[in-house]
């Protein structure tokens, strides 16, 4: 009498079948639907996502730029009025057409001071990047740690001694004055980034360039800066936005002469009659020098803040 093996219990679940595994591994369920890690749905919603952020940051610019295109009277109005009627009398008004006060010295004096003051620290941080990272001095840690210590104390508590030294010496309301403040205040950060810039330059193309007598001045002029050009882009750009946006130490050290587009802003603001228009439109013509620097130099500015992320 043979014996007969055990039936398998009905509700015992059965494995994967070769249909199963295939409907699977193209990204539909038993169902015929969807997965939940459908790889196309993530990108669709990250893309959505991230175009309402750029839209929430974007917003208080456009209104700004809307603004600078009404009337004072309609510029004030609570809720805003937008639907009303554009006009160009705040940047007539900026320009001085009706003021009488011409805004191009201060719009000069700015483009000196920051264009100056960017060359100058690309001049001194790139050698002492070099000397901190790809010949490295010794100590170089302590080198880094007091370049990052000059950034700590607040500027405000900077601003009586300055202030009593350029009048000691005759350079308040000196443009050559301020452009040595702001080569001062963006060297440190600059060291910074050019530093990890350079780090990333290949040590095989220095030791061929070493190899075939090139001196510091060649190796950094035909060798380094081609590779680093990203780097060195966007170094300059973020010395170039905090010199041109710097307030504070120009509305102290400089007066009439020496004045900035930032210390002329500020002269809308007054307590009596209305100027949000005219701030408005101020604000976007002393924003326009940024913007397009930022626009011409988006992509080395990308490449340059993202070097040695991917690696």
């Known amino acids: 009498m043979s014996t ?37 749905r993530n990108s669709t919603a990250a893309g959505i996502a991230a175009w309402l952020l750029a839209l929430l940051f974007a917003a208080p610019v456009l209104w700004m730029i809307l603004t600078s295109f009404h009337s004072e009277t309609d510029a004030a109005t609570n809720p805003p009025s937008i639907a009303a009627n554009l006009n160009l009398d705040a940047y007539q008004e900026f320009f001085g057409a009706s003021s009488g006060v011409s805004p191009w010295p201060p719009l000069i004096n700015s ?16 050698p002492a990047a070099y000397a901190l990272s790809i010949r490295p001095v010794k100590k170089w840690t302590d080198v880094m740690f007091f370049f990052l210590s000059t950034k700590m104390m607040p500027v405000v508590a900077a601003i009586l001694p300055l202030y009593l030294f350029a009048k000691s010496v005759g350079a308040l309301d000196n443009i050559w004055f301020l452009i040595l403040m702001y080569t001062s205040m963006n060297l440190p950060i600059a060291v910074w980034m050019m530093r990890s810039f350079l780090a990333e330059v290949p040590v095989e193309m220095l030791e061929a360039a070493q190899i075939d007598g090139a001196n510091l001045l060649l190796t950094l002029r035909k060798i380094i800066a081609p590779v680093a050009m990203p780097g060195i882009a966007a170094t300059a750009l973020i010395c170039f936005i905090f010199s041109w946006n710097e307030l504070l130490l120009a509305r102290v050290l400089t007066g009439v002469v020496a004045g900035t587009a930032p210390v002329f802003l500020t002269g809308f603001v007054s307590s009596q009659g209305l100027f949000l228009a005219k701030v408005c439109a101020a604000a976007v013509v002393i924003s326009l020098p940024v913007l397009f620097a930022g626009f011409a130099a988006q992509d080395k500015l990308v490449q340059g803040l993202s070097l040695g992320a991917v690696k």
């Not at 007969?4 to 038993?30: E, H, K, Q, V």
């Open 4 to 40: 007969l093996s055990p039936a398998a219990p009905r509700n015992t679940p059965a494995g994967p079948t070769a249909l199963d595994t295939g409907t699977r591994r193209r990204g539909l369920g038993r169902f015929g639907g969807k997965s939940r890690m459908d790889p196309t």
């Open 111 to 126: 483009a000196m001071a920051s264009v100056l003051s960017t060359v100058l620290v690309l001049l001194l941080s790139i």
